[in-house]
């Protein structure tokens, strides 16, 4: 039997993620050569949000450009991955077994949640795509609830992909200084999260909203953290894949969690 897939958290970014040169372009055209080559993939997007988990039933999604005020050059990008109709029935199966009811959305395609970083780290947009929503009105136990029910796609040849930002501020965002270091707070909330990650601090982790230090100054919303919480749902041992900040206030850690139990 293969070895099972790992879960990912990445960070994305901008959307000008997908043409500029800087450090988490480079890790993310490296990574999808860095781990096992998935059958198809699961992208828990930080830009859809819904009340219930939903899922993309397109089986050829189309991309969608859900920004506005960005060159005119990322309009022009496609990712034509296919979808797979059947994943995102076995998705919906087992959330159901686990008592998380969730829809499919048959019109819906892939934000650049999901096609800037699987333009990287698969621009031949070979490997069919499936998307899952995040649900902002839910908790990050809700999340990890969701990660917990998909962990058998990781030995089915399923990559599960959470796709957000460590930290997101866009108010906050230093656009004419992208190299500035983070200020304090950014720093401090940063280097909980990858402490609380990397020391499997799972009840301490689900709890962030009270356990961390200035939330409000790096997720005023939750969306773009709750991908996370549905990677780690999936368990394993967590590795730091990637550390970098970007726009002043944007935490690019990457980490990945490795199904180490016996098969």
Same mark, same amino acid.
């Not at 890790?27 to 992208?43: D, K, S, T, Y």
């Not at 990637?242 to 850690?253: E, R, Y």
């Given at each position: ?15 000008? &993620? ?28 930080? +830009? ?28 022009? %990008? ?33 934000? +650049? ?20 929503? %995040? ?5 990050? $136990?809700?999340? $990890? ?22 930290? +997101? ?26 402490? $609380? %990650? ?14 961390a230090p200035f939330v409000p100054d790096n997720h005023p919303t939750p969306e773009h953290l709750l991908p996370l919480?549905?990677?780690?749902? &999936?368990?394993?041992?967590?590795? &730091? ?23």
């Open positions: 039997m293969a070895d099972p897939m790992p879960a990912l958290f990445v960070s994305h970014g901008a959307p000008t &993620l997908s043409l500029e040169p800087q450090p988490t372009r480079s890790f993310l055209m490296e990574l999808g050569r860095a781990i096992p080559r998935p059958r198809a993939i699961v992208c828990v997007s930080a +830009h859809w949000t819904t009340a219930r988990p939903m899922v993309t039933l397109a089986a050829a999604p189309e991309t969608i450009h859900d920004f506005y005020g960005f060159p005119e050059e990322l309009f022009a %990008v496609r990712y034509p991955a296919p979808g797979d109709p059947a994943l995102a029935g076995r998705v919906r199966e087992l959330l159901a077994q686990a008592g998380i009811p969730a829809a499919g959305e048959p019109d819906r395609g892939l934000d +650049h949640g999901a096609w800037v970083p699987l333009g990287l780290m698969y621009p031949q947009a070979d490997i069919p795509v499936v998307e899952l929503s %995040v649900q902002p009105e839910e908790n990050a $136990a809700h999340h $990890a609830a969701m990660g917990r029910a998909l962990a058998p796609l990781r030995r089915e040849g399923v990559l599960v992909l959470g796709s957000g930002n460590a930290t +997101h501020n866009l108010r906050a965002v230093r656009w004419e200084a992208a190299d500035s270091p983070p200020p304090a707070p950014v720093a401090a909330f940063d280097a909980w999260l990858k402490a $609380a %990650v990397l020391a499997g601090r799972q009840a301490e982790l689900l709890d962030y909203v009270r356990q919480f549905v990677a780690a749902g &999936l368990g394993g041992r967590a590795k &730091l894949l990637h550390d970098a900040f970007t726009l002043g206030v944007l935490s690019m850690a990457a980490f990945a969690w490795e199904d180490d139990s016996p098969a």
